[in-house]
């Protein structure tokens, strides 16, 4: 019986598309997952291209950690499955980061806890009108993590990322427009239009002007200072993971899920 790859990635026409492909769990993120991602990155570093088109299987982009996994893994062990994981994913976001070409992702369906870090590393986010982004920490007890602190804020303010935090706030595709958060909002059915008339319009410039724009945006002092405050999620991530307040706050979450 052959397993199916939990990350899809085909390179054509100068674009890397990658797929996170766990769209049973609507790509909730597991360390198998994780680690396939950054194996992907990787790869697709080795290639000289326009760009890379980050989008998930199935109705969702991705829900985040995958909290019936977490909830499965005994508490005295769920600290090294945690490290695993979140370390993996918070890696992963600095690579995507640091890409030598544009990044776009294509946001079909709800984006939530720490997947919201793969979308703040893309440079154009297509986000079609259903999908939302939603932080659920406070409802299963967790410590934000994938960039909740160590990106949104600067992204949208402190006052905003605060707000939609503390109190679990949707945010839909018309408002992470108006935030910063997204590059446009569009219809479902338009949304691989969008981003194909992107890729076109991509083609058409200079492969050095652009990884010489990304490259700037990403000096190595901000790089730094985003690594810096990830490690403090993770580390509080990694603090309250094992307490009971998380044990209730992920039954809770999962008996209603």
Not at 213 to 238: H, N, Y
Request: charge should be neutral.
């Amino acid at each position: 019986m052959t397993t199916e790859p939990l990350i899809l990635l085909t390179i054509s026409d100068g674009v890397a598309y990658l797929t996170l492909n766990r769209a049973q769990r609507h790509n909730s993120l597991v360390p198998e997952l994780v680690g396939e991602l950054s194996y992907a990155l990787a790869e697709i570093r080795r290639h000289d291209l326009v760009a890379m088109v980050l989008a998930g299987a199935g109705k969702s982009f991705s829900t985040g950690g995958d909290i019936a996994a977490f909830h499965s893994v005994p508490r005295g062990q769920r600290r090294a499955y945690a490290e695993t994981l979140v370390g993996g994913l918070h890696g992963a976001i600095l690579t995507l980061l640091e890409m030598p070409m544009p990044v776009i992702a294509r946001v079909h369906g709800p984006v939530t806890g720490g997947s919201l870090g793969l979308v703040l590393a893309a440079d154009l986010v297509a986000m079609s009108s259903p999908a939302f982004i939603a932080p659920y920490y406070v409802d299963v007890g967790f410590s934000p993590d994938g960039g909740w602190t160590a990106l949104l804020p600067e992204r949208i303010g402190a006052a905003r990322a605060r707000e939609i935090q503390l109190l679990n706030r949707h945010v839909s595709a018309e408002s992470a427009v108006a935030y910063g958060i997204a590059t446009e909002a569009v219809a479902p059915e338009q949304i691989d239009r969008v981003i194909a008339g992107w890729l076109d319009a991509l083609r058409g410039k200079s492969r050095g002007s652009l990884r010489a724009t990304r490259e700037l945006l990403m000096p190595p002092e901000r790089r730094t200072a985003i690594a810096g405050k990830l490690q403090r999620e993770l580390d509080r991530f990694l603090h309250t993971i094992e307490s009971e307040e998380a044990d209730a706050g992920m039954a809770k979450f999962l008996a209603v899920a």
